[in-house]
């Protein structure tokens, strides 16, 4: 407190390591993704949000499209804008344990959601992909995730790369209604 019992201001540069010209963006938000909010605490089917989304609405859920073995949605903890996943509505946790029409349909499904993307957002390119397990990066290693992310020039600037953080341009709201709305019907 200040001489008279006003809160007493600090300059900014008296927070964080002196000895660097670093300047800081700070995010605490992400803590709770870092953290592990909304983790599953296992890896069974009661514990998957992946399992759960199917059944809630899909605004709530942010699920893009539906076909008949698997859907599309957003991804809640985004790499750019319109990071979408593919997905079987099984459980299942390998690709080589997915049925005949699962593949056919996860194939299907994220050639649609890249030339859904291209019409909505026109990105320069796209990261296509899957991590099995969780040593190879998977964030829910029990229930299979095809990501398809779109790319444009210059979109991993300093934010991601020095400051660890991401710019997103538009709502997660707002990007499930315009590719859902773009989304072919069957």
Sequence with gaps: MGAQGEPRVEPADRFGPPEDDIAR????????????????????????????????????????????????????????????????????????DLTDAETRELAAMTQTAVR???????????????????VAGAGIAAHLHQHVVPRWLGDANFLPVVGRTKALPELLADTRARLAAAWPTR
């Design 25 to 96: 963006l700070w995010t605490p938000h992400r803590m709770v993704y870092i953290g592990g909010q909304d983790k599953p605490a296992d890896s069974t089917p009661d514990e998957c949000p992946f399992c759960r989304i199917p059944a809630s609405d899909d605004e709530q859920g942010l699920v893009v499209a539906r076909g008949a073995d698997c859907f599309a949605l957003l991804n809640l903890y985004p790499y750019n804008g319109g990071h979408l996943m593919v997905l079987p509505y099984r459980h299942v946790s390998d690709y080589t």
């Design 116 to 134: 859904v993307l291209r019409q909505v957002y026109a990105p320069a390119g796209f990261n296509l992909g899957m991590n099995q397990g969780d």
